[in-house]
């Protein structure tokens, strides 16, 4: 009994069922979630900072603390995504 190759396996594979690439439409798709990703969590921020420091009476204090915080988050799920860990 001739036992395969896994390499040959995977090029069989391969020519039968060749990757295709993404359509417009799943590109536009994934551009918009990773845009997303970013700007949630800044928008978040800053309306979350805003409500403290009306609360607490300061001005910007919190909206500035808060707006950096969403930023260094939003990169980091934009680099998630951009690194294939998001899904």
Do not use: N
Not at 4 to 20: G, H, S, T
Not at 57 to 74: E, P, T
């Amino acid at each position: 009994m001739d036992i395969p190759d896994p390499l040959e396996q995977a090029l069989i594979r391969a020519r039968r069922d060749p990757v295709k690439p993404p359509g417009l439409g799943r590109m536009i798709a994934w551009t918009g979630r990773l845009g997303w990703s970013l700007v949630m969590p800044i928008v978040a921020g800053a309306l979350g900072g805003r409500y403290i420091d009306h609360l607490i009476g300061h001005g910007v204090m919190f909206s500035a603390g808060l707006i950096f915080l969403g930023a260094v988050i939003g990169f980091r799920l934009m680099w998630f995504e951009l690194r294939g860990k998001g899904e």
